[in-house]
């Protein structure tokens, strides 16, 4: 095996597989180096992403919505079970084979582009010299004509709650949990909060939420916040705000959380407490003395708009680098950088990157939202359309939450789109090519979309921006 490539990617992850596979595409020689390793000692490509954050959250999600539908829906349809209840082992062991199926998919698409998988760590030399240490300890000096590197990220630690990875968890033991706790506390409504929170409380734990800020999804549009804390409360996720916690300690009874809120000191008592305050770049043994990548203050590596850091042909993609920590923005990192090493033209648009919070409601959104716009002075017109107005969100039953457009005045341009809703996650798509396009409200307006579908609902939308409403009374 040559020790020679074109590009060496360091993290097989969401944003480095995607860079390895289209760089092989293109013709270049690639190996991908990713160090994952899973709790029974097995490596395994796919990053945070595939094997403990996006691919499992979801297959969780997917099961307690399942039960919780067929606990409170089934009987309207007319469909009558014996008592339902749930198998926690055989629904991870489900989510166990997705994980599988998806990660050694991975190293079927390797094959298809003739990258190089190697597990095990990687550090980068200077002169884009890659240091590889395969699992059984033998090391390598690999030499690259470029070096991505794709790191992604790790849980943020809070110190008066230190992870014990038995009571006190991650995101990732949260996921693995055997059993349904009794009594489950989260530290931070952000995503992982509400996400993770919302599974176990569908299968029936308590669940109280402890959020340091005032404001619940403060970068979220304000009106889809509130509508989304109205139909968290009433599923029962007890989301405390403006709760500022002070130690966690373990007793007989579980963890004792002290906290203290507008009412002052406050204790809870968990079974389980999760802390889920967001995530931090991970770029541990990443880099030796002198390859001149530099990290900014927060530990992020420091790259330009294209992605490039300050060492020649050595780049950096993914959770590792600033933008939001989302698997599709690494990936069209890792595309777009391949594509450069190529010769080709490349962009991201980080204008156009979708955010989607996977609960029930579903809450999705792309662009600016209303508070963003009107700080920015620009004239703007909403169109509004509520899902208990559509007739397919009425069929499945799932009339909760809205479509909202907000448009410029000036020339009719789409801003942002935000829904909260039934497939707000799948609908959002259609407002992402909008912006993409810098489509006018008009040119929805103008796309017939399909009866009965719930997209009628973004083309309603757009329509009651000019208050052309069809199916709504225009206000
Ligand atoms: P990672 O996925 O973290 O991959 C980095 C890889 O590099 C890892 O395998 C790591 O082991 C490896 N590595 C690091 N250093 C080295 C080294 N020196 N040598 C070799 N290998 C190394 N995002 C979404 O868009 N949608 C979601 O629904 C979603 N759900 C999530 C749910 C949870 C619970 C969590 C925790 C995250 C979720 N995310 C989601 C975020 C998403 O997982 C990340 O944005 C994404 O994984 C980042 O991709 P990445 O490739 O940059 O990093
Ligand atoms: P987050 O940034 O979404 O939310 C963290 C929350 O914790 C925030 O509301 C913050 O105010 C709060 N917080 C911070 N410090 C606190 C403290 N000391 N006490 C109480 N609250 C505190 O982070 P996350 O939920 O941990 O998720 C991590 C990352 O993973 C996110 O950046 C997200 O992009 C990604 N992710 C995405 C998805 C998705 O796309 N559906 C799902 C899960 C995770």
Redesign the pocket.
């Known amino acids: 095996m040559s020790d020679s490539y074109d590009v060496i990617v ?7 597989y995607p860079a390895a596979i289209r760089a092989g595409q293109l013709g270049l020689t690639v190996a991908c ?4 390793k899973n709790r029974d000692g097995s490596y395994a490509f796919g ?3 595939l094997n ?3 691919i499992p ?2 297959a969780l999600l997917e099961s307690s919505e399942l039960l919780h539908r067929a606990h409170t829906e089934f009987a309207t349809h007319g469909i009558h079970t014996g008592p339902v209840s749930i198998d926690v082992a055989q629904m991870q062991k489900r989510k166990g084979a997705i994980v599988k199926a998806s990660t050694q998919g991975i190293l079927a698409l390797f094959k298809g582009a003739k990258v190089t998988g190697l597990a ?4 980068l030399l200077p002169g884009r010299q890659v240091e590889f240490t395969a699992p059984d300890g033998t090391v390598r000096t690999l030499s690259g004509k470029h070096v991505v590197l ?4 790790e849980p943020a630690r809070l110190p008066s709650a230190p992870f014990d990875g038995e009571n006190i968890i991650d ?1 990732w033991g949260v ?1 693995d949990l055997a059993e349904t706790p009794k009594r489950l506390g989260v530290i931070g409504a952000g995503v ?1 909060g509400v ?2 929170g919302s599974v176990w409380r569908r299968l029936g734990a308590e669940v109280v939420i402890l959020e340091a800020l005032d404001t619940f999804l403060p970068t979220a549009d304000q009106q889809v916040a509130k509508e989304a804390l109205k139909h968290f409360n009433k599923q029962g996720l007890n989301i405390k705000l403006g709760a500022k916690v002070s130690a966690a300690t373990l007793g007989k009874d579980g963890v004792t959380v002290r906290y203290t809120d507008k009412a002052g000191e406050q204790t809870l008592v968990v079974d389980k407490l999760v802390v889920a305050i967001g ?1 931090r770049p ?1 770029t541990e ?2 880099l030796a003395e002198g390859t001149g990548v530099a990290l900014d203050a927060r530990g992020f590596v420091e790259v330009d708009e294209h992605c490039h850091t300050a060492a020649e042909n050595v780049w950096a ?4 680098v600033r933008g939001p ?4 923005k ?1 990936k069209e990192e890792g595309v777009m950088v391949a594509e450069r090493i190529a010769g080709h033209h490349a962009e991201v648009n980080y204008k156009t990157v979708p955010s ?1 919070i ?1 609960t029930a409601p579903e809450i999705a959104w792309v662009g600016l939202t209303e508070e963003q716009v009107k700080a920015s002075g620009r004239e703007y017109k909403i169109g509004n359309f509520p899902f208990l107005a559509s007739g397919r969100a009425r069929a499945m039953e799932s009339t909760a939450g809205f479509v909202k457009l907000i448009a410029a005045v000036d020339n009719d341009e789409v801003l942002g789109v935000h829904i909260i809703g039934p497939m707000a996650g799948e609908l959002i798509a259609e407002a992402g090519l909008a912006l993409e396009y810098s489509a006018s409200a008009a040119d929805l307006q103008m796309t017939m979309h399909a009866h009965p579908t719930l997209s009628e609902a973004l083309h309603e939308a757009a329509l009651s921006a000019d208050k052309r409403a069809i199916d709504f009374i225009n206000r």
Do not use: F, N, Q
């Not at 180096?33 to 994952?36: L, N, R």
């Not at 095990?120 to 550090?123: A, N, S, T």
């Not at 993609?317 to 590792?320: E, L, N, R, S």
């Not at 920590?325 to 599709?328: G, I, K, P, R, S």
């Open positions: 360091i993290g097989g992850g969401p944003a480095g180096i990713d160090g994952w990053g945070t992403c403990a954050g996006c959250s979801k095990g760590h990687g550090r794709a790191s992604g990220s995101s996921l992982i996400e993770l995530r991970y043994g990443l993609v993914g959770d590792a920590m989302l698997a599709h690494g989607v996977y």
